[in-house]
Nanobody, 123 residues
Framework: QVQLVESGGGLVQAGGSLRLSCQAS????????MGWFRQAPGKEREFVAA????????YYADSVKGRFTISRDNAKNTMYLQMNSLKPEDTAVYYC????????????????WGQGTQVTVSS
C-alpha cells in the first residue's frame, strides 16, 4: 500500500512554470507506475502524464506534450511534474496516482490517489 501527497501548486501567470511533487510513503515506491491527472471546475478528471517504474517510459496527453515533463526519483520516493509555458486552460486540481501497471494508471483506474494540489494560471 502507498500513500501519496502532492505539493507545489499555486498561482502563476500565463507562460510561467511550476513544478509539482508527489511524495509517496512506503518502501516499494519503485514497484509502482505513477501518473498525474487533473480536474478543472465542472469538468471530468483527465489524464496528464504517466511514468513507468524506473522512468524508462513516459506518456503524455496531447494537450501537454512539449510543455510538461514527468520524472521520478525512486531514492526519494518522489515523482515530479515540471510544467512550462502554462496556459489558463491548465488551471485545475492536479492529482497524483499510483498502481502496479502503467496501463491501469493511464486508464484512470489506479488504486492509490493523492488529495490534490491547486494550480491556477492567470491570463
Amino acid at each position: 500500500q502507498v500513500q501519496l501527497v502532492e505539493s507545489g501548486g499555486g498561482l502563476v501567470q500565463a507562460g510561467g512554470s511550476l513544478r509539482l511533487s508527489c511524495q509517496a510513503s512506503g518502501r516499494t515506491f519503485s514497484s509502482y507506475a505513477m501518473g498525474w491527472f487533473r480536474q478543472a471546475p465542472g469538468k471530468e478528471r483527465e489524464f496528464v502524464a504517466a511514468i513507468t517504474w524506473r522512468g524508462e517510459n513516459t506518456y503524455y496527453a496531447d494537450s501537454v506534450k512539449g510543455r510538461f515533463t514527468i520524472s521520478r526519483d525512486n531514492a526519494k520516493n518522489t515523482m515530479y511534474l515540471q510544467m512550462n509555458s502554462l496556459k489558463p486552460e491548465d488551471t485545475a486540481v492536479y492529482y497524483c496516482a499510483a498502481d502496479h501497471t502503467p496501463s491501469t494508471v493511464v486508464g484512470g483506474n489506479a488504486n492509490y490517489w493523492g488529495q490534490g494540489t491547486q494550480v491556477t494560471v492567470s491570463s
